[in-house]
């Protein structure tokens, strides 16, 4: 195969930790291995020594499933990259440009009549649109361990499933407290999506992959901003005596997310070693090649020691920051972006059409900093640069005149260009926190840090400030300013940890000091031969 050299020519290095001793019975040892790059890799677990609840699933699988040499070499790693892009991207796709729709209905039905047929009174639309976050921030607590114990892909499509059937049952309520129930019950189910996507990305892609794979499942925002507006447009042509236009959105919708969820109940893959559509030889190079992660892939031994070296690292705090002042702005878009639109100026039609350029935005704001973090290895760069133009987008939504939309519209689209940060923090937690119950805790910590922007933003537009609301766009400014800052602050403190690596790995080297622990469930700080990306 074209770029991997033939068994015979394959020159075996030095192994870094040493294999099994030879057999003294029967005067063989144990067989030679390929790693992902057709090079010997020698058996890393030795049961006598060390504890199986330190030990990954994935080299316990290795273990347990020896393959031949051959049998690995001759794995195309090209097609078996496309059948795990088949069977989990459009998965996750869907699944998140339904939860971002679900999150943007209620924003959509504003303009639709909902607050007049509930008789929503002062801020009882804000406090709606924040009982949902509220919910999801509570049940992020748990579903950090609850992700390390279960099979994530069964966990996602069940959560989706559920949250589907009470979207739909929102079309049915009446009242300001009904219409909070359905909210806060949609939030509590909606918790596993992102921790669930985040882990199975982990599993199944290396560093620099994940990347593309993030922006694409990320795309989904963009997408249902502009599937919301179209749906919005759609159903106020709808003139029903029994059913409002916004109820039967909530019902379409709803079926449409629990087609979905059973969708991924069924096909999404939970992890490399539980898949019946790989060989065995292929189950084997999909767990080697995304060793060089050294981020593990299952574990669901709970580990105390990583919970407080989570609470004491300061990427956690920064990237923590980082996204609740990046979600601030998400929730303006999720809930208000409508509102300001027609605000301006515009009938509540035409400022369901106008919204959609929003969705475009923010899905070539993904693509594209997507292909510059991945061409020049730059993500926190490119957070910095996103987060000014979407800066700028603030400022002429706060200083322009009211008679300028042309201008005020140009402020709401690039305002959208912030959200490219939360895809960028999912890729920096997932590709820097290693260690199985720190990395799932920390998935959990950021999309609860979600939660807490999300149920600020719609509490910063207040009724005395309609219609212009200058004091919430002014505060946009600030918190997009600090986003920019924090990013920055960010790649300052990844560079200084590599930096102090590298030159403790040259002394280490001068004594021998062994590496390749990838599979030993140690965390970023314990394995010394982890390297930040950034």
């Known amino acids: 195969m074209r770029g991997v050299p033939p068994f015979r020519d394959v020159q075996f290095p030095p192994p870094l930790i040493s294999p099994p001793p030879m057999d003294t019975a029967t ?7 390929l790693d992902a790059e057709g090079r010997y890799s020698p058996p890393i677990l030795d049961s006598a020594k060390a504890s199986t609840t330190s030990l990954d699933g994935a080299i316990v699988y290795l273990e347990a499933h020896p393959d031949g040499q051959e049998g690995e070499v001759a794995v195309d790693r090209a097609r078996l990259l496309r ?3 088949l069977h989990i991207v459009p998965i996750a796709l869907a699944a998140y440009t339904l939860q971002f729709l679900d999150k943007l209905d209620i924003n959509y039905a504003a303009v639709m009549g909902l607050d007049q047929d509930l008789k929503l009174v002062g801020n009882d639309f804000n406090n709606a649109a924040s009982a949902m976050y509220i919910a999801n921030l509570i049940a992020e607590l748990p579903t950090g361990y609850i992700v390390q114990q279960v099979r994530p892909g069964k966990w996602l499509g069940a959560n989706i499933i559920l949250w589907g059937v009470v979207t739909a049952c929102t079309a049915a309520v009446h009242n300001y407290r009904g219409l909070v129930a359905t909210r806060v019950v949609i939030g509590v189910l909606e918790a596993a999506t992102a921790p669930c996507l985040m882990l ?8 620099s992959e994940a990347i593309a794979r993030f922006a694409i499942w990320y795309c989904g925002l963009g997408i249902a901003q502009m599937l919301g507006s179209l749906c919005s447009w759609g159903f106020l042509q709808i003139e029903h005596e029994a059913l409002s236009g916004w109820r039967i959105m909530f ?3 709803g079926c449409l997310t629990a087609v979905v969820g059973v969708w991924a109940l069924l096909a999404m893959p939970d992890s490399p070693m539980e898949v019946f559509w790989l060989t065995e030889a292929e189950k084997r190079v999909a767990i080697q090649r995304v060793a060089v992660n050294q981020t593990g892939i299952k574990n669901t031994h709970f580990k105390l020691s990583h919970l407080r070296e989570l ?8 990237l923590t920051c980082l996204i609740i002042v990046t979600s601030l702005t998400s929730g303006v878009i999720s809930f208000y972006s409508t509102t300001l639109i027609r605000n301006f100026g515009f009938s509540a039609k035409r400022s369901a059409l106008l919204n959609m350029p929003s969705g475009a935005v923010s899905l070539l704001s993904c693509l594209a900093t997507a292909y510059i973090a991945h061409r020049y290895n730059a993500r926190a760069l490119s957070m910095t640069v996103f987060c000014c133009l979407a800066a700028m987008g603030s400022a002429l939504m706060s200083f322009l005149p009211s008679q300028n939309r042309a201008g005020l519209l140009a402020g709401v689209y690039l305002v959208n260009m912030e959200t490219v ?3 960028l923090v999912f890729c920096l937690t997932t590709a820097n926190v290693a260690g199985q119950t720190k990395r799932v805790a920390a998935n959990a910590l950021i ?7 999300n149920i600020i933003g719609p509490q910063l537009f207040k009724p005395k400030d309609a219609p212009q609301y200058i004091p919430a766009k002014i505060i946009l400014l600030v918190t997009e300013v600090a986003t920019a800052i924090f990013a920055a602050a960010l790649r300052v403190y990844y560079g200084w940890q590599n930096g102090m690596r590298d030159e403790a790995e040259r002394e280490e080297e001068k004594s021998g000091v062994p590496e390749h622990l990838e599979w030993l469930n140690l965390t970023d700080r314990e394995n010394k031969t982890f390297r930040y990306k950034y």
């Open 447 to 453: 999309s609860a840090a979600f939660s807490v922007g």
């Open 27 to 33: 005067g063989t040892s144990s067989e030679k291995t």
């Open 83 to 85: 059948k795990i892009d």
């Open 200 to 207: 199975i990305t982990g599993m199944w892609y290396t560093r």
């Open 421 to 423: 940060t939360l895809f």
């Open 311 to 318: 609470v004491l690292d300061p990427q956690i705090w920064l």
């Open 251 to 253: 019902l379409v919708l």
